[in-house]
């Protein structure tokens, strides 16, 4: 029965997300890589999840029987996550926002993305780290900017959700750190370097880093 009910969870969730916006609140999110591949991401804070189709111009206002049912399909989305690798544990706010305690680790073999959602409208993902030819890779931070927000167009309805935008992303390591956007640069202890964006409504440039592996 556990595995059929984890197999139903999996297979609905897409549904419950389908053509919601995922937007970070407040948060603590931190990034491990080190030189071997290794990595450890985790994200502890505040998510939204929007309706892009309630953001547009002219809609017409929630009525009580739309906003009733929308705390419905929250809360089983809180229930599907929390049954997903990775999410440590997941509750329901109330309107549209979720407290998230995700940790994940592996081996950097081929680009990670948080977070996916393969039947959403509109994606923004908070981190995303791209494994590139030359032994490098790069992280950014989308979701923690508003630069991809303003791409995405008005009807997005992530402008609305950027006075949210409160947290701190870190990035950790022993690579050789190529090239980064952090103004006060890194961090050092030991071989380790640290790099630290305190990320608000104001942050125009998202938080990005080149790191050379092994």
């Known amino acids: 029965m556990g595995v059929f009910v984890r197999l139903a969870a999996a297979l609905c969730l897409p549904l419950l997300l389908a053509g919601c916006l995922l937007t970070p609140g407040k948060f603590t999110s931190r990034l491990l890589i080190n030189a071997d591949r290794s990595f ?46 990775g999410y440590r544990s997941v509750r329901y706010l109330g309107d549209g926002a979720f407290a998230i305690d995700y940790q994940v680790s592996g081996t950097l073999t081929h680009n990670f993305i948080y977070p996916f959602n393969l039947d959403g409208q509109a994606i923004v993902p908070f981190v995303a780290v791209e494994l590139r030819g030359n032994g490098t890779v790069r992280v950014k931070a989308p979701g923690f900017a508003n630069e991809s927000k303003d791409e995405l167009g008005p009807m997005s309805g992530a402008a609305d959700s950027s006075d949210k935008l409160d947290g701190t992303f870190v990035l950790e390591t022993d690579a050789e750190l190529v090239s980064t956007n952090n103004e006060e640069g890194p961090g050092t202890a030991g071989p380790r370097k640290t790099l630290t964006w305190k990320v608000s409504p104001l942050t125009r440039d998202a938080p990005t880093a080149v790191l050379r592996l092994h």
């Open 40 to 85: 450890t991401y985790s994200y502890v804070g505040e998510v939204h999840a929007l309706d892009p189709e309630q953001m547009k111009p002219g809609k017409e206002p929630v009525s009580a029987d739309d906003k009733r049912k929308a705390e419905v399909k929250a809360r089983a989305i809180a229930d599907a996550l929390s049954k997903e690798a």
